[in-house]
């Protein structure tokens, strides 16, 4: 590792929807607040982007951008242009330099329609995340958005002091990074079962623990060894954007945009009493006991006026995602618990987007949603932020750089690599899939129409060949998991262009 900044292990291939340009548009007509057009040419830029799949799967995805990819670690990078051109992805370009490096060759008109800081803010120096900031100043195109995501306070602070011993630990010890950060948190887990105590005065220290040893080794090195590791307070991070000539817009998690389903009824009232947007999102994550925030900032805009915000909001589709319910009331996992969507709103949407995909006027037209014009736009952001629907690319779509992209991705998972998500044209942005999916993605992109028995044997055929081995007396057949794969996900992947039809 470097003197601040873990490099010997690689940082894993997350892809994080909220970080698409599709997903951060929506998001500010949703707001009251112009976009980048993205019919038109644009460019964006993540800080940061690891090994570059994120990066990758959205220039693909997105044919009418430019993308750029920057990080440090001179393995990421190569990482990240060996998938590109394995996957003949031209529209992006991935740069080995350091913040400071990006300043210096930052060019004499700002650049970026997008720039996107995820997963660094809170774990830099202040002075990278002035560096940062500059950046956003003076590469922001006016119009622009920047996306800021970052560990909140107060949720995350009852983790700081163990973060520091475990920091602190893992120098003590041999071995990799995933290594010694695996070794540090059992060191705590075994403090927690002495009935320590912290452990015993805030029991959520323990849990988060306990959580933490589930997940990924690699990601956890980055997340808990790197030299530096703050909580920040909205309002601090606000000022310090609202100095370098951006204005706060609002959240990239959409639910957080959504007072009535994302603060406790009781308190709503008070929130109305309090003036300023930095109080006021400071006391929202006081009430949600935020632990981590998805801020957008904007160059040089103004709100839209009551009839540019309805033609933005017009100017859109929605399409279901898998596993959307296809009627009924909504159930939404939020920060202040489980929140039940009405049945009267919610019903004629999913019903509509099941038969196809819905734009905003035809809901307005529904017989069965007379009188809720107001509240459609609120519920189309709470299912999409639920992962029940999500908004379609405008203009150009490149399914076949897409399905060739799919190609490279599910046969490198099938050879043991970590990659998540293959890319939907449609959505110009990408879907989860696990492992089995990935192989019958690999099938159906060879053999479109493949369906039943033929497939199941042509996936069983291909996992056998790469070493995968069935459970004994599974309660979970193969046929059993790709009938539910063909019926429930594979016609969405179809339309979205996800896999051929």
Not at 483 to 500: A, H, M
Request: hydrophobic share 45%; glycine share 8%; net charge negative.
């Amino acid at each position: 590792m470097t003197a601040d900044y873990i490099t010997d292990v690689a940082y894993p291939h997350f892809f994080q929807r909220e970080t698409t340009p599709v997903w951060l548009s929506f998001a500010a007509r949703a707001l009251g607040r112009p976009s980048p057009d993205l019919r038109q040419p644009f460019v964006s830029c993540e800080l940061g982007c690891g090994q570059g799949f994120a990066t990758l799967l959205q220039a693909v995805a997105n044919p009418q951008g430019h993308f750029v990819g920057v990080d440090f670690n001179a393995e990421h990078i190569a990482h990240a242009k060996a998938l590109a051109q394995a996957a003949g992805v031209a529209n992006v370009e991935f740069v080995e330099n350091s913040f400071q490096g990006m300043l210096d060759r930052a060019a004499a008109t700002p650049r970026y329609d997008f720039i996107i800081l995820h997963g660094i803010y809170s774990w830099v120096s202040t002075a990278d995340q002035q560096r940062l900031r500059q950046f956003v100043e003076r590469e922001l195109k006016p119009g622009g958005i920047a996306f800021v995501g970052y560990m909140a306070q107060p949720g995350l602070d009852f983790f700081a002091a163990p973060r520091r011993f475990v920091q602190q630990y893992a120098q003590t010890l041999s071995g990799t990074s995933a290594q010694r950060v695996v070794e540090s948190l059992r060191a705590l887990q075994r403090l927690a079962a002495s009935g320590a105590g912290l452990f015993a005065h805030d029991r959520q220290v323990a849990a988060y623990v306990e959580r933490s040893l589930q997940d990924d080794p690699h990601y956890l090195a980055h997340e808990l060894l790197n030299q530096h590791w703050h909580t920040l307070p909205v309002a601090e991070v606000m000022a310090a954007f609202q100095a370098c000539g951006t204005g706060y817009m609002g959240s990239a998690s959409l639910m957080d945009n959504i007072d009535d389903l994302s603060l406790p009824a009781n308190v709503i009232q008070q929130l109305a009493d309090l003036e300023g947007i930095a109080l006021r999102e400071t006391f929202k994550d006081l009430a949600r006991n935020q632990t981590q925030r998805r801020d957008l900032y904007q160059r040089d805009t103004q709100e839209l006026d009551e009839y540019a915000h309805k033609a933005a909001l017009f100017d859109q589709v929605v399409a279901a995602l898998p596993g959307a319910p296809a009627q009924g009331g909504v159930t939404f996992e939020t920060r202040i618990g489980a929140v039940e969507g009405a049945a009267s709103l919610f019903s004629p949407i999913l019903e509509a987007l099941a038969e196809r995909p819905q734009s905003f006027p035809g809901l307005l037209r529904l017989p069965a949603l007379a009188g809720q014009a107001g509240s459609i736009s609120p519920a189309l952001q709470a299912l999409t932020a639920a992962g029940h629907v999500h908004p379609l690319l405008p203009g150009q779509i490149n399914v076949a750089g897409c399905q060739a992209f799919n190609r490279v991705i599910s046969e490198r998972v099938l050879a043991g690599a970590r990659y998540s998500h293959l890319a939907a044209p449609s959505l110009g942005s990408g879907l989860a899939a696990s492992f089995l999916e990935m192989a019958a993605a690999r099938v159906l992109l060879d053999h479109p129409a493949l369906r039943g028995a033929l497939l199941c044997q042509t996936v069983d055929a291909l996992l056998r060949k790469v070493g995968w081995q069935p459970l004994e007396n599974p309660t979970d057949s193969l046929q059993a998991q790709l009938g539910r794969f063909e019926r429930d996900t594979l016609p969405v992947w179809q339309q979205l262009g996800v896999v051929g039809s």
